[in-house]
């Protein structure tokens, strides 16, 4: 079936530090593939997203490669912040009729000053 | 603002109670969605609908109900099956389905059954 395998959290770094999480899907098909934000007490944002093979997703810092040969589509982002500590969620979509997005179970950051 | 609201917050009930959730779309999205949220579990689907008065079980359907009789609005209830239904909960919408579509999220609702 189609799912999404995200790193064990929680990840804890100081100021400025690089982060990486990674993301790997199994896919039946060619999925979109998405990064989301969740900040404590509140509902998800999108953060960025890629549809196809090869395309990097990126916003705020972070950025997303497609990777087919790997099925991977790890988070990046070069110098990370106080502001985000949050829980980030790697999902995948396919465009079809009567199917939603499916998430992975999420990795909690947390950054310390 | 366009968005997503879902209300209340945060619910409390008694054990054995029944108790919707309401969740309002102004975005003109087809599609609506609700999935539960559990600390270390991620986000489950529970119901979806593509179109007004269609819906579809997602992976957790047991113990919860839906109804779509209009576009802008999604319900769900949590029956008093449904065997441990403390959690958050999340609705959100999409536009009809296309390729690289995104999800809209509200902002959650905390419900605690005592």
């Known amino acids: 079936g189609n799912s999404v395998t995200q790193m064990e959290g929680p990840v804890t770094l100081s100021e400025e530090a690089f982060l990486t999480i990674n993301c790997t899907y199994t896919?039946?098909?060619?999925?979109?593939l998405f990064w989301y934000v969740q900040y404590p007490g509140e509902g998800l944002q999108l953060l960025l997203k890629?549809?196809?093979?090869?395309d990097k997703g990126s916003n705020k810092g972070f950025e997303a490669t497609y990777r087919k040969e790997t099925t991977s589509f790890h988070l990046e982002k070069g110098s990370v912040q106080v502001s985000d500590s949050a829980v980030y969620f790697c999902?995948?979509?396919?465009?079809?009729?009567?199917?939603?997005?499916?998430f992975g179970k999420g990795t909690t950051l947390s950054v310390s000053s | 603002d366009g968005g997503i609201t879902q209300s209340p917050k945060y619910l409390f009930r008694k054990e054995g109670q029944n108790v919707t959730l309401s969740c309002e779309q102004n975005?003109?999205?087809?599609?609506m969605y609700w999935y539960r949220q559990d600390p270390g579990q991620g986000l489950r689907l529970i119901y979806y609908?593509?179109?007004?008065?269609?819906?579809q079980k997602g992976d957790i359907a047991e113990g919860y109900s839906v109804s779509r009789e209009k576009k802008e609005s999604f319900p769900l209830t949590v029956t008093s099956a449904q065997k441990n239904p403390t959690a958050f909960y999340l609705c959100?919408?999409?536009?009809?389905?296309?390729?690289?579509?995104?999800?809209?999220f509200g902002q959650g609702t905390r419900l605690t059954v005592v």
């Open positions: 959100a919408s999409s536009p009809r389905q296309g390729w690289g579509t995104e999800a809209f």
């Open positions: 896919a039946t098909g060619y999925p979109s």
């Open positions: 890629a549809t196809k093979a090869d």
């Open positions: 999902a995948l979509s396919f465009n079809q009729a009567g199917t939603a997005l499916i």
């Open positions: 975005l003109n999205h087809d599609a």
């Open positions: 609908s593509q179109i007004v008065n269609d819906f």
